[in-house]
């Protein structure tokens, strides 16, 4: 390692193994894009070894704060593109992963699946900030004083977007027929 200033290997490979999948799933879930997904995690832990000092506090916020900032700027990229066949790729592709469906009745499996999958399209349909201060402060359990670092905006902002996120999906849930309590 170059001047002592970048990661050990190990502690890269614990890093990588901790939060790597977390990190993916993350960026997956703004993009929609697994290839760009992919890319950009990859990305992340070359910064990590190169960037990242060893003495840094939250190792896990810098790793999703520089992800969401390589993602951001990938995205502007390809905004300035041509919008073609990829763009509608991008779009129609879903959210993969396990559902967290319990062992139980078909029925019951079948109503939790149909919640699950509601669910996932409601979060889906809110604009990218909403849908990634959910995902941060509910999925990848970060405080909305982390979330809001990450996202590079005050902790007021954070809040309020938190809020209004909320509201938004328990209203696209409730005209679905769900009942949110």
């Known amino acids: 390692m170059r001047g002592g200033e970048g990661l050990e290997k190990e502690l890269l490979e614990e890093l990588y193994h901790r939060y790597g999948q977390d990190i993916y799933r993350y960026l997956y879930t703004i993009c929609r894009n697994r290839d760009m997904a992919e890319d950009i995690m990859?990305?992340?832990?070359?910064?990590?070894?190169?960037s990242l000092p060893s003495s840094h506090v939250n190792a896990r916020a810098w790793l999703y704060m520089v992800g969401r900032n390589l993602l951001l700027n990938e995205m502007k990229k390809q905004k300035r593109q041509i919008y073609s066949e990829d763009l509608e790729k991008r779009?129609?592709?879903?959210?993969?992963?396990?559902?967290?469906i319990s062992d139980g009745n078909p029925e019951e499996q079948a109503l939790k699946k149909e919640e699950s999958d509601m669910?996932?399209?409601?979060?889906?349909?809110?604009?990218?900030?909403?849908?990634?201060?959910?995902?941060?402060?509910?999925?990848?359990?970060?405080?909305?004083?982390?979330?809001?670092?990450i996202m590079g905006i005050s902790y007021e902002n954070a809040r309020i977007?938190?809020?209004?996120?909320?509201?938004?999906?328990r209203r696209i849930m409730e005209v679905n027929g769900y009942e949110i309590l």
């Open 42 to 50: 990859q990305d992340v832990f070359c910064k990590a070894l190169i």
């Open 91 to 100: 779009e129609t592709g879903g959210m993969e992963g396990p559902d967290g």
């Open 119 to 149: 669910l996932k399209h409601a979060i889906l349909s809110l604009d990218t900030r909403k849908r990634e201060i959910l995902i941060l402060s509910y999925f990848e359990q970060f405080t909305l004083k982390e979330a809001a670092v």
């Open 161 to 169: 977007l938190s809020m209004r996120a909320k509201r938004e999906l």
